[in-house]
């Protein structure tokens, strides 16, 4: 009977232990609704920053956590303020075209015809002149004041001429459906970029108008009629303010890590007509979703696990401020935070719910997705709910994004709109209650997981704290070593009288160890970061002779005729061609070389793909796999593709009439006639894109298709029209194809949307490559395309050419969503025939390869910082200009932050009017100034929010403090006879010295911003 009752009894403990998590059903759509309604209303005028609207939308915030109960993050307050630029529009926005007389001949209306641009090195203002169209921006004279262009005139070549010819105003056609319910409207835009993070100033006025309206604007300028452009937009520096709130775990082991919810507060505000865009879906649902969840957590009385924290973000649509400022200040530890961030949730239209993160841009996690475990939970949480949903890992417009790019776990729930963002047709009508309530739903069900029942318990945080803690542990080994040397060296010295005599009441020793001290806290924080892309190296081909690559080494092989193909794969593989011999080089990713062997094979067309090699012969494909096994796998081939996804590779082959798929679980067969070419590509989705070129007639089409992951064959689709060219590239970015070729040696490409949207999109558009000075570029063959696409979801195209000044130029192109996004140079030298050029990429980094020169030498380059690189030389380099530049930083600081000494000597002066002289010298003076001084040390620590592990604010202080009196005793002995007063100053100023060398601007990555962005250093 005992052994019965335990047993119940254990049941029963186990039961209630389980049942701590809240009820679903506890969260009230209606409640969520109600604050919709309010914020969303014309009363907070669209709650742009620095308007009163947004204050009112932040205090309402502020209130309802007061009512909930939630603990202010800071004392008694729950706002946590910072100033930043916005991008504000006043009472005047018209574009007119007016006669010699100043008459109007054409009035166009904002949002309709024409917006305004706020990023970069736009501005307001008011101009009236003559418009030139000018697409190569190579003519541009200094009365030419407004530029009609489709180029990007934020792109840097572009912006580089406008600037320097003083243009005024630039207006562009839009390459982009109008948005809003009846399809007519531009929406409206606040983001800053350059302008927020680079702090560049607005230079000219920059318009994007209707195609249609374009074309009128250029006809009526060639008339000789002029453009008027009153524009009233400023960018005030304005404060901005998150709200945070919190409920504190309970867990001893487990309070410290955290639960974020976050949504952004902030709108566009209004334009000058006095129409407002409410922005009841964007984000006033986040955020009355995020208010709600707070009260259904704190009213159901049941203690987390860990502490979570409920944020409501400023300044989202201007460039994720609220969020960086978060992110930058720490007022909870990121280490062990997991973000769920709501934006737009809760639309009418018919979207699946989008789960969306992006990958880590830091430094040491570069390309990896740290949300994919969150992912993978709320999707299971979705299925149990009848959610549909769908996954984005490559999404960078969100407040997740401010925490993901850095490696925390953070992901953003969306019903994104595509019709209603930033129009003002966003309002209450547009949300639907159930879809609310289900996703109100799904995050209560992802904060019972984490944070009430706390699931996902492992021992991670402690080995990351571990991890941080001890990052340059033997920094502080090897200064502990030098001074026990240093200490004997020095005792046996002065054991002998003459040097005794000289070393006699002489610093020497504590000078010595002021420098260890301080060089050992600068070389702790001369972490480095690397560029893009390192100088280039020349390849030796030598086996023997395994030396990283420099520019100057020879080939110390026999001259190389061709570069055939390369791949990544764990290793670097690179086929090479001498004498219709063919070689495979393998090189580790450092650019060492660890193989060379013969292929002993006789083909064409020869691929590398992962560890098996691709090649012809006699219209029949074969595969040599690693162990050099030749394997027949298709008859009939006039050419082929490789394309691969996580797990399975496919072979798509051509001849003139048929196209054959073969991969692990799919083989096909599809009938084309008059193939003359074919490319593949395939998505994340695991949908295999075909590019086909066929002739018809005279002409010849470029068609495309796809192959579905389970294997179903869309239809062919016509996407454009050739007229002579035979070859061409296809690649893919996240959403879209492109297809890139030539025509009268001039470069274009198209574009299409990958999927079942119907629009192509596929109107041609003219690519000019240009070199230094905005010089065009002769590009030579072709662009080579990297595999896929690279973390940010972008598309990579290499060119190659000369200018007319015979200077050679090898540029990388990122494309995203149809346009040019980057431009970078890798390599330019006078007068180089670069023959051959071809990229691969692993998961971090991307390795090039191209011949150049009349001996084709075979040269690389890579952004891997590693690559090529004599490694330990490198960092040695590269530590030391870390350190004298981490040297200038720290006394630069120093002489700003003077005042942080004060307090010391304030009490000096104090204590000298009391006991007139007296009282300086006696010892606990020098502790109780000691002791005060660690005490505003960690004051002023705390102020800069930088520490990066638990008590940071605390230990630091100290334990710099420790240092600097070993110092200070040091030179006491030495010395002999010194003053407690003295004493005290040393102790102050190395002091000082110290903190502040620990805490300059470079200690961190993005610490000059963040302790720009901090108001205690305003």
Same mark, same amino acid.
């Given at each position: 009977?005992?052994?019965?009752?335990?047993?119940?009894?254990?049941?029963?403990?186990?039961?209630?232990?389980?049942?701590?998590?809240?009820?679903?059903?506890?969260?009230?759509?209606?409640?969520?609704?109600?604050?919709?309604?309010?914020?969303?209303?014309?009363?907070?005028?669209?709650?742009?920053?620095?308007?009163?609207?947004?204050?009112?939308?932040?205090?309402?915030?502020?209130?309802?956590?007061?009512?909930?109960?939630?603990?202010?993050?800071?004392?008694?307050?729950?706002?946590?303020?910072?100033?930043?630029?916005?991008?504000?529009?006043?009472?005047?926005?018209?574009?007119?075209?007016?006669?010699?007389?100043?008459?109007?001949?054409?009035?166009?209306?904002?949002?309709?015809?024409?917006?305004?641009?706020?990023?970069?090195?736009?501005?307001?203002?008011?101009?009236?002149?003559?418009?030139?169209?000018?697409?190569?921006?190579?003519?541009?004279?200094?009365?030419?004041?407004?530029?009609?262009?489709?180029?990007?005139?934020?792109?840097?070549?572009?912006?580089?001429?406008?600037?320097?010819?003083?243009?005024?105003?630039?207006?562009?056609?839009?390459?982009?459906?109008?948005?809003?319910?009846?399809?007519?409207?531009?929406?409206?835009?606040?983001?800053?970029?350059?302008?927020?993070?680079?702090?560049?100033?607005?230079?000219?006025?920059?318009?994007?108008?209707?195609?249609?309206?374009?074309?009128?604007?250029?006809?009526?300028?060639?008339?000789?009629?002029?453009?008027?452009?009153?524009?009233?937009?400023?960018?005030?520096?304005?404060?901005?303010?998150?709200?945070?709130?919190?409920?504190?775990?309970?867990?001893?082991?487990?309070?410290?890590?955290?639960?974020?919810?976050?949504?952004?507060?902030?709108?566009?505000?209004?334009?000058?007509?006095?129409?407002?865009?409410?922005?009841?879906?964007?984000?006033?649902?986040?955020?009355?979703?995020?208010?709600?969840?707070?009260?259904?957590?704190?009213?159901?009385?049941?203690?987390?696990?860990?502490?979570?924290?409920?944020?409501?973000?400023?300044?989202?649509?201007?460039?994720?401020?609220?969020?960086?400022?978060?992110?930058?200040?720490?007022?909870?530890?990121?280490?062990?935070?997991?973000?769920?961030?709501?934006?737009?949730?809760?639309?009418?239209?018919?979207?699946?719910?989008?789960?969306?993160?992006?990958?880590?841009?830091?430094?040491?996690?570069?390309?990896?997705?740290?949300?994919?475990?969150?992912?993978?939970?709320?999707?299971?949480?979705? !299925?149990?709910?009848?959610?549909?949903?769908?996954?984005?890992?490559?999404?960078?417009?969100?407040?997740?994004?401010?925490?993901?790019?850095?490696?925390?776990?953070?992901?953003?729930?969306?019903?994104?709109?595509?019709?209603?963002?930033?129009?003002?047709?966003?309002?209450?009508?547009?949300?639907?209650?159930?879809?609310?309530?289900?996703?109100?739903?799904?995050?209560?069900?992802?904060?019972?997981?984490?944070?009430?029942?706390?699931?996902?318990?492992?021992?991670?945080?402690?080995?990351?704290?571990?991890?941080?803690?001890?990052?340059?542990?033997?920094?502080?080994?090897?200064?502990?070593?030098?001074?026990?040397?240093?200490?004997?060296?020095?005792?046996?010295?002065?054991?002998?009288?003459?040097?005794?005599?000289?070393?006699?009441?002489?610093?020497?020793?504590?000078?010595?160890?002021?420098?260890?001290?301080?060089?050992?806290?600068?070389?702790?924080?001369?972490?480095?970061?690397?560029?893009?892309?390192?100088?280039?190296?020349?390849?030796?081909?030598?086996?023997?002779?395994?030396?990283?690559?420099?520019?100057?080494?020879?080939?110390?092989?026999?001259?190389?005729?061709?570069?055939?193909?390369?791949?990544?794969?764990?290793?670097?593989?690179?086929?090479?061609?001498?004498?219709?011999?063919?070689?495979?080089?393998?090189?580790?990713?450092?650019?060492?070389?660890?193989?060379?062997?013969?292929?002993?094979?006789?083909?064409?067309?020869?691929?590398?793909?992962?560890?098996?090699?691709?090649?012809?012969?006699?219209?029949?494909?074969?595969?040599?796999?690693?162990?050099?096994?030749?394997?027949?796998?298709?008859?009939?081939?006039?050419?082929?593709?490789?394309?691969?996804?996580?797990?399975?590779?496919?072979?798509?082959?051509?001849?003139?009439?048929?196209?054959?798929?073969?991969?692990?679980?799919?083989?096909?067969?599809?009938?084309?006639?008059?193939?003359?070419?074919?490319?593949?590509?395939?998505?994340?989705?695991?949908?295999?894109?075909?590019?086909?070129?066929?002739?018809?007639?005279?002409?010849?089409?470029?068609? !495309?298709?796809?192959?579905?992951?389970?294997?179903?064959?869309?239809?062919?689709?016509?996407?454009?029209?050739?007229?002579?060219?035979?070859?061409?590239?296809?690649?893919?970015?996240?959403?879209?194809?492109?297809?890139?070729?030539?025509?009268?040696?001039?470069?274009?490409?198209?574009?299409?949307?990958?999927?079942?949207?119907?629009?192509?999109?596929?109107?041609?558009?003219?690519?000019?490559?240009?070199?230094?000075?905005?010089?065009?570029?002769?590009?030579?063959?072709?662009?080579?395309?990297?595999?896929?696409?690279?973390?940010?979801?972008?598309?990579?195209?290499?060119?190659?050419?000369?200018?007319?000044?015979?200077?050679?130029?090898?540029?990388?192109?990122?494309?995203?969503?149809?346009?040019?996004?980057?431009?970078?140079?890798?390599?330019?030298?006078?007068?180089?025939?670069?023959?051959?050029?071809?990229?691969?990429?692993?998961?971090?980094?991307?390795?090039?390869?191209?011949?150049?020169?009349?001996?084709?030498?075979?040269?690389?380059?890579?952004?891997?910082?590693?690559?090529?690189?004599?490694?330990?030389?490198?960092?040695?380099?590269?530590?030391?200009?870390?350190?004298?530049?981490?040297?200038?930083?720290?006394?630069?600081?120093?002489?700003?932050?003077?005042?942080?000494?004060?307090?010391?000597?304030?009490?000096?002066?104090?204590?000298?009017?009391?006991?007139?002289?007296?009282?300086?010298?006696?010892?606990?003076?020098?502790?109780?100034?000691?002791?005060?001084?660690?005490?505003?040390?960690?004051?002023?620590?705390?102020?800069?929010?930088?520490?990066?592990?638990?008590?940071?604010?605390?230990?630091?202080?100290?334990?710099?403090?420790?240092?600097?009196?070993?110092?200070?005793?040091?030179?006491?002995?030495?010395?002999?006879?010194?003053?407690?007063?003295?004493?005290?100053?040393?102790?102050?100023?190395?002091?000082?010295?110290?903190?502040?060398?620990?805490?300059?601007?470079?200690?961190?990555?993005?610490?000059?911003?963040?302790?720009?962005?901090?108001?205690?250093?305003?």
């Amino acid at each position: 009977m005992k052994i019965k009752k335990s047993l119940l009894l254990v049941i029963i403990l186990i039961f209630l232990t389980g049942c701590s998590t809240i009820s679903l059903e506890n969260f009230d759509g209606d409640n969520a609704y109600k604050h919709i309604k309010k914020l969303s209303s014309n009363e907070y005028e669209g709650r742009l920053p620095g308007t009163e609207g947004n204050k009112k939308a932040t205090k309402y915030i502020e209130n309802e956590f007061k009512k909930i109960g939630l603990r202010p993050f800071k004392k008694e307050s729950y706002l946590q303020s910072f100033r930043a630029i916005s991008p504000i529009l006043g009472e005047k926005a018209s574009l007119k075209v007016i006669d010699k007389n100043g008459q109007t001949i054409k009035d166009y209306k904002l949002r309709k015809d024409f917006t305004e641009v706020t990023m970069d090195y736009a501005k307001g203002g008011k101009i009236v002149g003559k418009g030139l169209y000018n697409e190569s921006f190579n003519d541009i004279k200094t009365k030419d004041k407004i530029i009609l262009t489709s180029q990007n005139p934020h792109e840097e070549n572009f912006s580089k001429i406008l600037l320097k010819n003083r243009v005024k105003a630039v207006i562009r056609p839009s390459n982009k459906n109008n948005k809003g319910i009846k399809n007519n409207r531009f929406v409206k835009s606040v983001v800053l970029y350059k302008k927020q993070d680079e702090k560049i100033k607005g230079e000219f006025i920059d318009l994007i108008v209707n195609k249609n309206l374009f074309d009128e604007l250029v006809r009526l300028s060639k008339e000789g009629k002029e453009i008027s452009i009153d524009l009233d937009l400023k960018f005030p520096e304005v404060e901005m303010t998150n709200v945070i709130g919190y409920i504190p775990g309970e867990d001893n082991k487990l309070k410290k890590e955290t639960i974020l919810i976050s949504a952004h507060l902030d709108h566009v505000g209004k334009d000058p007509n006095g129409e407002i865009y409410n922005g009841a879906l964007d984000n006033s649902s986040g955020v009355a979703t995020l208010i709600e969840l707070a009260r259904t957590i704190k009213e159901s009385n049941i203690k987390p696990k860990r502490t979570i924290v409920f944020a409501a973000f400023n300044g989202e649509e201007s460039g994720l401020q609220g969020s960086e400022y978060y992110t930058s200040s720490r007022p909870f530890d990121l280490i062990f935070t997991k973000v769920i961030n709501l934006d737009m949730v809760g639309s009418k239209e018919k979207v699946k719910l989008e789960i969306k993160t992006s990958p880590s841009q830091s430094s040491k996690d570069k390309g990896e997705i740290k949300g994919v475990g969150l992912i993978n939970t709320i999707r299971d949480l979705a !299925k149990e709910l009848n959610i549909n949903y769908k996954i984005n890992k490559y999404s960078f417009d969100g407040d997740h994004f401010s925490f993901s790019s850095k490696g925390i776990p953070a992901i953003t729930l969306t019903n994104n709109s595509k019709k209603l963002i930033h129009t003002p047709d966003d309002d209450i009508s547009n949300i639907d209650k159930n879809r609310l309530d289900k996703v109100g739903k799904l995050a209560l069900s992802i904060v019972n997981y984490y944070a009430l029942n706390a699931k996902d318990v492992n021992n991670i945080s402690n080995l990351e704290e571990r991890k941080i803690f001890f990052k340059n542990f033997f920094i502080f080994l090897l200064v502990l070593l030098s001074i026990i040397v240093l200490f004997i060296l020095l005792y046996k010295l002065t054991r002998k009288e003459k040097l005794n005599k000289y070393f006699r009441n002489k610093p020497i020793f504590s000078t010595i160890l002021f420098l260890l001290f301080l060089f050992s806290i600068l070389i702790f924080n001369s972490d480095y970061e690397y560029e893009n892309f390192n100088n280039t190296r020349m390849v030796s081909t030598n086996f023997y002779e395994t030396k990283p690559w420099k520019v100057s080494d020879k080939l110390t092989t026999k001259k190389f005729s061709n570069i055939i193909d390369i791949d990544y794969d764990r290793k670097l593989r690179c086929i090479l061609e001498d004498e219709k011999e063919f070689y495979l080089l393998t090189l580790n990713d450092k650019g060492e070389v660890i193989e060379k062997e013969n292929l002993n094979l006789h083909g064409e067309d020869l691929k590398t793909y992962n560890k098996d090699i691709f090649y012809k012969q006699d219209n029949k494909l074969y595969k040599l796999d690693e162990n050099n096994n030749k394997h027949k796998i298709l008859d009939n081939v006039e050419g082929y593709n490789i394309v691969q996804n996580k797990e399975y590779q496919y072979i798509i082959t051509y001849n003139k009439n048929k196209i054959k798929i073969k991969g692990k679980d799919i083989e096909k067969e599809i009938n084309v006639n008059n193939i003359l070419n074919l490319k593949a590509q395939i998505d994340d989705k695991n949908r295999i894109y075909i590019v086909i070129l066929r002739r018809n007639k005279e002409l010849y089409n470029l068609e !495309k298709m796809y192959i579905s992951s389970k294997g179903n064959i869309s239809k062919i689709k016509k996407v454009h029209k050739l007229t002579k060219e035979k070859d061409f590239r296809f690649g893919i970015d996240k959403a879209r194809g492109y297809i890139f070729y030539k025509r009268n040696k001039k470069d274009y490409y198209i574009t299409f949307y990958l999927g079942r949207i119907n629009s192509l999109q596929t109107k041609e558009k003219r690519l000019k490559v240009t070199g230094e000075n905005g010089i065009v570029i002769d590009t030579k063959g072709l662009p080579q395309i990297k595999k896929g696409y690279n973390s940010q979801g972008k598309l990579t195209a290499i060119y190659h050419g000369l200018d007319k000044y015979n200077q050679g130029y090898i540029k990388l192109l990122r494309f995203f969503n149809g346009d040019i996004t980057d431009r970078k140079t890798l390599y330019n030298d006078k007068q180089r025939n670069i023959k051959k050029i071809l990229i691969t990429s692993n998961a971090n980094d991307e390795y090039l390869f191209w011949q150049e020169g009349k001996d084709s030498n075979i040269y690389a380059t890579s952004s891997n910082p590693e690559f090529g690189e004599e490694l330990l030389k490198n960092k040695i380099l590269i530590r030391i200009d870390n350190i004298i530049q981490n040297i200038i930083l720290a006394f630069i600081l120093a002489l700003f932050k003077l005042h942080c000494i004060l307090p010391a000597f304030l009490i000096l002066v104090l204590l000298r009017l009391i006991g007139k002289g007296r009282l300086l010298e006696k010892i606990w003076v020098m502790v109780l100034g000691v002791v005060i001084n660690i005490l505003f040390e960690i004051f002023f620590i705390t102020k800069i929010n930088q520490f990066i592990f638990s008590k940071e604010y605390i230990i630091i202080p100290i334990l710099i403090a420790i240092l600097a009196l070993i110092v200070v005793i040091f030179y006491k002995y030495e010395k002999n006879n010194t003053s407690i007063l003295k004493l005290f100053i040393i102790f102050i100023m190395i002091n000082f010295i110290f903190i502040t060398s620990l805490y300059a601007p470079y200690s961190q990555e993005g610490g000059l911003e963040r302790i720009q962005q901090n108001e205690y250093f305003k």
